[in-house]
């Protein structure tokens, strides 16, 4: 018995050991690519190839079910033309196993399957053979595009993969009576220039780069991300000017248009009114097809064509809402969405476009920007902080952009509650709401939607004392029902939360290390009040404490204060910065922890003994 406890003692003292054997060590990832190539070459008929090439050799049984055992390669028929130069797998003894026809299987792409309008898309799924770990799959394959495939020939390249790359090789090939305009991203690796066959080669080699990070609450957009933008375009307004030279952007309507829009001009005469009515049935009756542009030739079918077909993508959407507006006598213009750090007019990329919007300027209300895709509950003007916004208007004789500053979004919340009794809390609170957390359209669509606004309390009554697009107040009397959970003759409270805050934002739990920069939804100034009248038969148990941090990042504020039967919690947070760069991650986290701290959150009062 005594060596057999032994035994054990000596395996967990070994486990242990073992485990920080394999902390110690590099963290092997699921696969690796040991080589990528990807190369464009532009043609001198205005055509151009794509090659990609890759060599991944797997690590894990989770890399060969779950990840990689399928490449997919979409591609538009009516354009390209899709060919396999080769496919076959290295196993780990060296046996090379080619890739058999069966494992060649055109289907619909999955964002193609209900939209059929774009049911001539195809996508190629190449289904991997003789994966075992330590196997190396290898592929290469070219598109051919044809010249009316694109505006101009441009493009958007991002280097970083799911998995780390030993060696990645990106080439871009033009005649040599072409210039190419290009940008890089948060790299400094210049390109090698070289003449080849008449043709400019532009080469980047890069070692080791990492794979994409994984974490949670990752900047959008992959703007921190490696990556290149180029065009032979001689800027962004010649690709512009192809790209809105169509029919689609004169918003014609047709006659069951023109019906539905009448029938509403009867009902409202506010145009505001109007404006989210014919959003709402455009976002809720219209399918969206989430297809990319670029897989789309750049090329988008007309209003009538969208609702004709019950479906359309981002842009086909917005210029159907933006056709409806306009019929109804409102001034109304599609915009595109592109991030700053990939807007540069000097170079001719569409690939930049992230989003569209519609800029509409009401008359006796202010200018607001709207999605045709999801129905928004604030002028989205406050959430495009570092965003250029270019409007799409074929009549404009130059690039015409907004860029939004960063607004103020401010929560205030006040209220004095008596506890009744157990079973009950009444009293009266005041909010404040201004910027992104002032949900100004939805109290315009319907103001009882401030009975919402306070979790965890019923709404006895409310009076909106001002309601403007940046600024908000809203007085309340409100009951709190069996507010409490009871252990013993201890009551516990969670008290109440503005929904529009920072409280709904699911922060994850925070990490030793991360690898990738934190975006928070909006920068916030936060803070609530509470002022809590204790009946007699009940004591606080809550103790009297303060923290208060301030950093780089912003501020916490956290008070507890007593005073005979009354008590007072006071919450305070102000953070400053939308992205929040690695080395202060550790302040961040310092902010966010103490911001979430139970004890501020809590009210506890405890039965006295009679």
Same mark, same amino acid.
């Given at each position: 018995?005594?060596?057999?406890?032994?035994?054990?003692?000596?395996?967990?003292?070994?486990?242990?050991?073992?485990?920080?054997?394999?902390?110690?060590?590099?963290?092997?990832?699921?696969?690796?690519?040991?080589?990528?190539?990807?190369?464009?070459?532009?043609?001198?008929?205005?055509?151009?190839?794509?090659?990609?090439?890759?060599?991944?050799?797997?690590?894990?049984?989770?890399?060969?079910?779950?990840?990689?055992?399928?490449?997919?390669?979409?591609?538009?028929?009516?354009?390209?033309?899709?060919?396999?130069?080769?496919?076959?797998?290295?196993?780990?003894?060296?046996?090379?196993?080619?890739?058999?026809?069966?494992?060649?299987?055109?289907?619909?792409?999955?964002?193609?399957?209900?939209?059929?309008?774009?049911?001539?898309?195809?996508?190629?799924?190449?289904?991997?053979?003789?994966?075992?770990?330590?196997?190396?799959?290898?592929?290469?394959?070219?598109?051919?595009?044809?010249?009316?495939?694109?505006?101009?020939?441009?493009?958007?390249?991002?280097?970083?993969?799911?998995?780390?790359?030993?060696?990645?090789?990106?080439?871009?090939?033009?005649?040599? &009576?072409?210039? =190419?305009?290009?940008?890089?991203?948060?790299? $400094?690796? /210049?390109? %090698?220039?070289? #003449?080849? +066959? @008449?043709?400019?080669?532009?080469?980047?080699?890069?070692?080791?780069?990492?794979?994409?990070?994984?974490?949670?609450?990752?900047?959008?957009?992959?703007?921190?991300?490696?990556?290149?933008?180029?065009?032979?375009?001689?800027?962004?307004?010649?690709?512009?000017?192809?790209?809105?030279?169509?029919?689609?952007?004169?918003?014609?309507?047709?006659?069951?248009?023109?019906?539905?829009?009448?029938?509403?001009?009867?009902?409202?005469?506010?145009?505001?009114?109007?404006?989210?009515?014919?959003?709402?049935?455009?976002?809720?009756?219209?399918?969206?097809? &989430?297809?990319? =542009?670029?897989?789309?030739?750049?090329?988008? $079918?007309? /209003?009538? %064509?969208?609702? #004709?077909? +019950? @479906?359309?993508?981002?842009?086909?959407?917005?210029?159907?809402?933006?056709?409806?507006?306009?019929?109804?006598?409102?001034?109304?213009?599609?915009?595109?969405?592109?991030?700053?750090?990939?807007?540069?007019?000097?170079?001719?990329?569409?690939?930049?476009?992230?989003?569209?919007?519609?800029?509409?300027?009401?008359?006796?209300?202010?200018?607001?920007?709207?999605?045709?895709?999801?129905?928004?509950?604030?002028?989205?003007?406050?959430?495009?902080?570092?965003?250029?916004?270019?409007?799409?208007?074929?009549?404009?004789?130059?690039?015409?952009?907004?860029?939004?500053?960063?607004?103020?979004?401010?929560?205030?919340?006040?209220?004095?509650?008596?506890?009744?009794?157990? +079973?009950?809390?009444?009293?009266?609170?005041?909010?404040?709401?201004?910027?992104?957390?002032?949900?100004?359209?939805?109290?315009?669509?319907?103001?009882?939607?401030?009975?919402?606004?306070?979790?965890?309390?019923?709404?006895?009554?409310?009076?909106?004392?001002?309601?403007?697009?940046?600024?908000?107040?809203?007085?309340?009397?409100?009951?709190?029902?069996?507010?409490?959970?009871?252990?013993?003759?201890?009551?516990?409270?969670?008290?109440?939360?503005?929904?529009?805050?920072?409280?709904?934002?699911?922060?994850?739990?925070?990490?030793?290390?991360?690898?990738?920069?934190?975006?928070?939804?909006?920068?916030?100034?936060?803070?609530?009040?509470?002022?809590?009248?204790?009946?007699?038969?009940?004591?606080?148990?809550?103790?009297?404490?303060?923290?208060?941090?301030?950093?780089?990042?912003?501020?916490?504020?956290?008070?507890?204060?007593?005073?005979?039967?009354?008590?007072?919690?006071?919450?305070?947070?102000?953070?400053?910065?939308?992205?929040?760069?690695?080395?202060?991650?550790?302040?961040?986290?310092?902010?966010?922890?103490?911001?979430?701290?139970?004890?501020?959150?809590?009210?506890?009062?405890?039965?006295?003994?009679?």
């Amino acid at each position: 018995m005594k060596n057999r406890i032994f035994q054990y003692i000596l395996i967990l003292v070994f486990g242990i050991f073992s485990g920080n054997l394999v902390q110690a060590q590099d963290y092997q990832s699921e696969a690796t690519y040991l080589k990528l190539v990807k190369e464009y070459q532009l043609n001198e008929d205005g055509s151009f190839d794509f090659n990609y090439s890759k060599q991944l050799k797997l690590n894990s049984y989770f890399a060969i079910n779950r990840i990689y055992g399928e490449t997919f390669i979409v591609y538009n028929p009516k354009y390209q033309e899709l060919k396999i130069n080769e496919a076959y797998t290295i196993m780990a003894d060296g046996k090379k196993v080619i890739t058999p026809d069966n494992a060649f299987n055109e289907v619909l792409p999955r964002y193609a399957a209900n939209a059929p309008a774009f049911n001539n898309l195809r996508e190629m799924v190449v289904t991997h053979t003789g994966l075992e770990r330590n196997a190396i799959i290898n592929l290469d394959y070219t598109i051919h595009s044809s010249k009316d495939f694109l505006p101009d020939f441009f493009g958007k390249e991002m280097f970083n993969q799911s998995s780390p790359v030993n060696e990645m090789i990106f080439k871009i090939k033009v005649p040599a &009576n072409k210039t =190419l305009q290009f940008k890089t991203l948060n790299i $400094r690796t /210049a390109p %090698e220039i070289t #003449n080849e +066959n @008449g043709q400019k080669v532009y080469t980047w080699i890069f070692k080791n780069l990492q794979a994409c990070s994984h974490d949670r609450l990752r900047p959008a957009d992959d703007i921190f991300l490696p990556g290149i933008i180029f065009s032979t375009a001689k800027d962004l307004h010649r690709v512009y000017d192809k790209f809105i030279d169509s029919k689609s952007f004169y918003y014609i309507s047709n006659n069951a248009i023109t019906a539905i829009v009448d029938n509403m001009l009867a009902k409202e005469k506010d145009q505001m009114e109007i404006i989210l009515d014919l959003q709402k049935l455009v976002v809720n009756d219209i399918n969206y097809w &989430n297809v990319p =542009l670029e897989i789309t030739a750049y090329k988008c $079918r007309k /209003a009538v %064509e969208t609702w #004709n077909t +019950n @479906g359309g993508t981002a842009l086909e959407k917005t210029i159907l809402l933006t056709t409806t507006l306009i019929k109804a006598g409102i001034n109304a213009i599609p915009v595109a969405v592109i991030p700053d750090k990939f807007y540069d007019p000097s170079i001719g990329c569409l690939k930049t476009f992230n989003n569209f919007l519609i800029q509409v300027n009401p008359k006796k209300h202010e200018q607001l920007y709207i999605s045709a895709i999801h129905l928004n509950n604030q002028n989205l003007k406050y959430d495009l902080s570092g965003n250029t916004l270019l409007i799409l208007d074929p009549a404009i004789e130059s690039l015409k952009t907004y860029t939004c500053k960063q607004s103020e979004n401010k929560i205030e919340f006040e209220c004095e509650l008596n506890i009744d009794s157990t +079973n009950k809390i009444t009293g009266e609170a005041k909010i404040e709401l201004a910027g992104n957390s002032n949900p100004y359209i939805n109290l315009l669509k319907n103001d009882k939607s401030a009975e919402k606004f306070i979790s965890s309390v019923k709404v006895i009554d409310f009076d909106i004392k001002k309601l403007k697009q940046d600024y908000s107040k809203i007085d309340y009397t409100i009951e709190i029902n069996d507010p409490f959970e009871k252990h013993d003759n201890y009551y516990f409270m969670n008290i109440p939360q503005i929904k529009e805050g920072s409280g709904i934002w699911r922060l994850p739990l925070f990490t030793e290390n991360r690898s990738a920069k934190i975006e928070i939804p909006f920068t916030i100034n936060e803070s609530y009040e509470y002022s809590f009248v204790i009946p007699e038969g009940f004591s606080v148990v809550n103790s009297v404490n303060k923290i208060e941090i301030t950093n780089d990042l912003g501020s916490v504020y956290l008070e507890i204060k007593k005073n005979k039967d009354k008590l007072k919690i006071i919450r305070k947070i102000s953070l400053n910065k939308k992205i929040i760069d690695l080395n202060k991650y550790d302040d961040f986290k310092e902010l966010i922890k103490a911001w979430k701290n139970k004890k501020y959150r809590q009210l506890i009062v405890k039965e006295l003994k009679k």
